[in-house]
């Protein structure tokens, strides 16, 4: 088979590897549809833990084959990838914190991902859905699931105000799980007049460019004491500032985005948030249980019956043959997107 593998740190090929065959209790899928994660970006661009790897976690395909003690009616079942693999026995697990798990696996990190046009994966990691959904849209179930993990973690309820910090996937999820939520007012910052855009096109009433206005002032005008639930995503420090001046006192701010390990924040923002008796909640993936939550459960609803909108989060499909230049155009940012989808089955134009 043929696949996009990761080499070392800015080396991405796209070269013939063996098919996997499925170990016991393992399944193999035939991918469909594989989108392109930030973190996947970060591993070309920063450097990763092991090399060679496969890259790729939000995946959707057909599972074509089974391995010993596995059912063959997982035969032709087209499945969503769940990434996460837990172990399923240590006290985190056990009390349904699967992302705390001591000694877990990540497909497309960990272990093989979905950058090819096959993936071996655990049968508990094969979440079965409709046959008439897209395997784009598909795709993009898991970083739904991280948005809507989100807002359960920060106890948002109907009828509340909230702030989006960052336009991009996540964000843009988040924006939509408000609106499908029933939030009072969505506000939602980014720098891309084309991702706000997008933010309103998906259910913002409000966006803020914060190279053009004052996040702060412009929050506080619309709110005065602030929002009650913020929402950030974009693993920028700066932005994470903003956070605590825009949320009403004894509200709620939850963290998504991944931080900088290199660079650190004022203490003044401890002081803020000890002040107005804020609550910061860190997000870690997006699973509770039973495995692997109502997160996936509530996704699936949602696309069957329309709310969420997959369409206004893709911008490019690519063959995955074109994978190495795309990662290139990554590195020296000259390709503006949101979601990329790379289709193994598709050739090159």
Not at 84 to 92: H, I, T
Not at 211 to 235: C, P, S
Not at 295 to 319: V, Y
Request: hydrophobic letters at 40%.
């Amino acid at each position: 088979m043929k696949a996009a593998i990761l080499k070392d740190k800015g080396v991405l090929t796209y070269e013939e590897v063996p098919t996997p065959s499925p170990q016991a209790g393992n399944l193999l899928l035939q991918v469909k549809a594989v989108s392109i994660c930030g973190s996947d970006i970060k591993r070309y661009i920063s450097g990763h833990r092991m090399y060679p790897l496969i890259l790729g976690h939000e995946a959707a395909g057909v599972i074509t084959q089974v391995g010993e003690g596995v059912k063959e009616d997982w035969v032709g079942k087209h499945v969503a990838v769940i990434p996460l693999v837990p172990c399923f026995e240590c006290e985190q697990c056990e009390k349904g914190f699967y992302s705390a798990c001591h000694s877990y696996s990540f497909i497309g990190s960990r272990e093989a991902g979905a950058f090819a046009e096959y993936m071996e994966i655990p049968e508990k990691n094969a979440y079965i859905i409709p046959d008439e959904l897209p395997f784009d849209y598909v795709s993009l179930i898991e970083p739904s699931t991280v948005a809507r993990h989100m807002l359960s973690l920060g106890n948002f309820k109907a009828g509340e105000t909230a702030v989006v910090l960052g336009a991009g996937s996540i964000g843009l999820m988040i924006v939509q799980w408000l609106r499908i939520l029933g939030a009072k007012q969505i506000i939602c910052t980014d720098i891309s007049d084309e991702n706000l855009a997008a933010a309103e096109a998906l259910g913002a009433e409000i966006t803020i460019n914060a190279l053009k206005q004052d996040v702060v002032t412009e929050v506080a005008n619309l709110t005065e004491d602030g929002v009650d639930i913020t929402l950030e995503a974009t693993g920028v420090p700066e932005v994470l500032e903003q956070a605590i001046p825009i949320t009403r006192p004894r509200g709620r701010i939850v963290l998504a985005g991944n931080q900088p390990q290199d660079k650190s924040l004022p203490m003044t923002f401890i002081e803020k948030m000890m002040r107005r008796e804020l609550s910061i909640i860190g997000c870690f993936m997006s699973y509770s249980a039973p495995f692997p939550g109502h997160e996936w459960d509530e996704t699936i609803a949602a696309l069957l019956d329309g709310s969420l909108n997959m369409d206004k989060m893709i911008s490019h499909h690519f063959p995955l043959s074109d994978a190495p230049d795309i990662f290139a155009k990554f590195k020296d940012h000259s390709l503006e997107h949101r979601k990329i989808i790379l289709n193994p089955e598709q050739e090159n134009n």
